[in-house]
């Protein structure tokens, strides 16, 4: 971590050109080590190289049994490896924003939002000269910016989906990927999206567990517990419209219906 004081600084300072407050969109200033807004005051630091812009209170890095949110995500990895199965929609997962990130000229600055542990970064610093990883949890970005292939270029953040601490149009795209279903309000989760199309000036991938998915109908239809996390696709599509956006291609992980659905949104000029 002291090996490289520089170059992290220059990255981070490269990011706090493009922040606002989250809270009310001020611009901020660098007092010392720590970003402070200027209209109200609000102070964010920058500790171990990741921008702190996320409201820590309630569950700053421990889940309810203990287990601190990097272990379960790490965790979860190992529970991947072991299953064929999450591999393989892993897999799929990694040509989908492959996939996407080849149909985009090369971007200035790329947002992996919910990015656990870096799981997209290497195709998205390949198609960025600036990539930002950044998820509600500190240490689960410091993680993923310790493994990404070329850290110099990679700028950590940690922030509150439906806050996003970006001025409008400041970034080229977003990544959103098995998110927002985990965002416990319907009011959340469409304020996430919302931020993302704000954010970003062409375009937005974005997953979403689909209400009318054929395994979310048959669990609802035989009584089974369920993600209340979903969302349908017409709201989708509609807050693509508010935003002057349009969604250029869907796919799901299996053809035979999966509840994740993934849309590539484009802003048109
Ligand atoms: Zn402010």
């Known amino acids: 971590m002291s090996e490289a004081p520089r170059i992290v600084d220059s990255t981070i300072r490269q990011l706090a050109d493009i922040l606002v407050c989250p809270a009310c969109h001020g611009a901020l200033e660098w007092i010392e080590e720590t970003l402070q807004c200027a209209p109200c005051r609000r102070q964010y630091p920058v500790r171990e190289g990741v921008v702190l812009m996320a409201d820590a209170g309630d569950d700053e890095g421990a889940t309810r049994d203990g287990e601190s949110i990097l272990e379960r995500h790490l965790r979860q990895e190992r529970a991947a490896v072991e299953s064929g199965r999450r591999i393989r929609r892993l897999r799929r997962e990694l040509h989908i924003v492959t996939d996407a990130l080849c149909e985009q000229p090369v971007s200035e600055s790329l947002l992996a939002l919910g990015c656990r542990g870096g799981r997209f970064s290497?195709?998205?610093?390949?198609?960025?000269?600036?990539?930002?990883?950044?998820?509600?949890?500190?240490?689960?970005?410091?993680?993923?910016?310790?493994?990404?292939?070329?850290?110099?270029?990679?700028?950590?953040?940690?922030?509150?989906?439906?806050?996003?601490?970006?001025r409008d149009d400041s970034i080229d795209g977003a990544v959103c990927v098995r998110l927002s279903h985990r965002i416990e309000s319907?009011?959340?989760?469409?304020?996430?999206?919302h931020e993302l199309l704000r954010v970003a000036s062409r375009f937005v991938l974005f997953s979403f567990s689909d209400t009318v998915s054929l395994p979310n109908l048959s669990r609802r239809i035989r009584a089974r517990p369920i993600n209340e996390g979903t969302m349908r696709f017409a709201a989708v599509t509609d807050i693509?419209?508010?935003?002057?956006?349009?969604?250029?291609?869907?796919?799901?992980?299996?053809?035979?219906g999966s509840r994740q659905h993934y849309v590539v949104m484009e802003k048109k000029p």
Request: charged share 20%.
């Open 186 to 193: 319907d009011s959340r989760r469409e304020a996430t999206l």
């Open 122 to 166: 290497s195709p998205m610093q390949s198609a960025a000269r600036l990539l930002i990883e950044a998820d509600r949890h500190p240490e689960v970005v410091r993680y993923a910016v310790q493994r990404a292939m070329n850290p110099s270029r990679v700028a950590a953040l940690a922030c509150l989906p439906e806050q996003l601490p970006f």
């Open 240 to 256: 693509g419209a508010a935003h002057g956006a349009v969604i250029t291609h869907r796919e799901t992980v299996s053809p035979l």
